[in-house]
């Protein structure tokens, strides 16, 4: 995956290097957690652009390696196709 994205360190928008995120820290963020089931849920880490304020969330790698809670997404949630809505 050759995706850029703001996990490298730099804005996809602006191209600034001032990129912050709130892995590792003690998160008070409004949103922590996504809920999946009453089991199961998604952790969820922020990263902002300080020099435009382009601002993206990630699901953590610690969460995409849960099978399990994968399998339950699968379950619960939708699969997202083009041109279905509705
Ligand atoms: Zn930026």
């Known amino acids: 995956m050759n995706v850029e994205t703001i996990k490298s360190g ?10 912050y995120d ?4 003690n998160q008070t ?4 957690y996504i809920s999946v089931s009453a089991m199961y849920s998604f ?3 922020a990263f902002v652009c300080m020099n435009c304020g382009y601002f993206k969330e990630f699901i953590t790698d610690e969460s995409m390696k849960n ?5 339950k997404v699968k379950e619960k949630w939708n699969k997202t196709s083009s041109g279905k809505i509705g």
Not at 22 to 25: A, I, M, S, V, Y
Not at 29 to 32: F, G, N
């Open 10 to 19: 730099k804005c996809p928008v602006c191209g600034s290097n001032e990129v």
């Open 29 to 32: 963020a409004d949103r922590k």
């Open 22 to 25: 709130n892995r590792g820290t």
């Open 43 to 45: 952790s969820v880490e």
């Open 67 to 71: 099978e399990k809670l994968k399998e």
